[in-house]
């Protein structure tokens, strides 16, 4: 297995998301687009980036984003042209980085024409391509599943008198993967982009794929109760994801993660450990989830910062025992912004920018960046409903006044911390008109703190947290105990501070993090005694205050401050 890994260069990289929507616009229509990506690639490649994740550009409704895809194998027009695409293609390979595309076969959109052939009747030879039911004798939808933008996982077709799954929104159809056309056309879409010469897929939700047959009625004895066991990790999912493999993944060497919603540390390290043959690494979200009470998300709560370093370290531990690897990560196109959530984005966002960083690119795993992350980019402020775009924050804002008592202002207060718009506002590359994004008008509001936060402004500035990310990015590449250490926890129970260390038999790594306002003292355990000691060979790699710390048993942090040193 040790040669196996010397061999995945993914492992030393660092996966940059592209959300393209509000990326850079080339052309003045408002919408981010191809061209604009390939018109930024110098500066994503000036920061160190390995690899670009490009969500979707396919032919969509775009009900969700361009995630209900409609033609797995054309482009957008919104987004461009094939030409298009293999030019960014072809500037990416030039520059030695990869691509890394969204593939999104949970679900397609009841606009593809597999789906429109399959609700012509239930003869048609697409009919098995997605999953139908009877109703139940009263004329409900066939179990209790609820979906995950809201409301029942089922969509009523009056024409065939059936019941069709969407997990997610009612126009994205669930696939029956049990069919085994279905999987051969998989097959055949990825292929498709394989041989335009992409470097690896990023899968949706792909642990999903796999339902439970019996399509039992949740009974609730297991929270949330909305359904969601019968179909996590399901009973085939490793066969389907072992057959993409050996279709796929294997022969063109890619490199693959993915999106393992509401998974299991077991299951990540089936799907991620190479001699499965599976996946390269997986995302989890259980780390985003330790501000929802009672696991629900569209409630507030301040964030349980032990639980935080809890599900860190239990996994960096737990993915190490089983020979897995984490995709890492804070900040994504479905989470409000980790600066506003998890630190402070006014008086201390460029220390608090930083410490996340340093944190987060110190455990072991791919680390991916999200577009604005890098400069610090905050929540926007929203105003009113009327600015948001994204469909289930729309869902939501209704269903939590129409079902769950809360007043329009107490909804808007939580769509304004949950909504995944947080993240979608458009990149702000400098202090001009939209930020630079576009001149047109952009298809949702700039945030208004772009003269202050902006690219432009942080790559002139060397202790920009732009310039702190590059220099983050760098040092994986460099100092092998980031990529190969092993992980131990520092902290016990500090109410502020987060410690770990990284420890190969010639180096360790020592990560100290103050994740509070407030001034700090950590002391490192006993086992460090002695690296106080003047002349000892230790070195500080990266820093977010003025002041060079010594390395020493008892450590001084300001508000927010974080150190990463390593001992060799
Ligand atoms: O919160 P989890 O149950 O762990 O799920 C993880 C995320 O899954 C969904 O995201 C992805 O699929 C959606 C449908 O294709 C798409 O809308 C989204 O953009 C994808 O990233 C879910 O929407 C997210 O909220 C969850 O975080």
Known sequence: MENMRAQEWWRRSTVYQVYPKSFKDSSGSGEGDIRGLTEKLDYLQKLGIDIIWLQPVYVSPQHDNGYDVADYCEINPEFGTMADFDELAKEIRLRGMHLMLDIVVNHSSTDHKWFQQARQSKENPYRNYYIWRDPKPDGSAPNNWQSKFGGSAWQYDEATGQYFLTLFDKTQADLNWENPAVREEVVKLMTFWADKGVSGFRMDVINLISKDQEFPEDDGSLPPGDGRRFYTDGPRVHEYVKDMYKEVFGPNNMVTVGEMSSTTLEHCIRYSNPEEREFSMTFNFHHLKVDYPNGQKWELMPYDFEQLKQLFSEWQTGMQAGGGWNALFFNNHDQPRALSRFADDGEYRAESAKMLATTLHGLQGTPYVYQGEEIGMPNPYWNDMSELRDIESRNMFKILQEERGKTAEEALNIIRQRSRDNSRTPMQWNDGPQAGFTTGTPWIKVDERYPEIN???????????????????????????????RYERLDEGHPQVFAYARISTSETLVVVSNFSARQAVFVLPEAFA?????????????????TTPLLQREIELSPYASYMWVIR
């Open 530 to 546: 002695d690296v106080s000691l003047e002349g000892s060979a230790y070195e500080l790699l990266a820093s977010n205050t003025e």
């Open 455 to 485: 690219v432009e402004s942080q790559l002139a500035d060397p202790y920009s947290i732009l310039n702190h990310y590059k220099k983050l990015i760098a040092l994986r590449k460099s100092v092998d105990v980031i990529t190969n250490g």
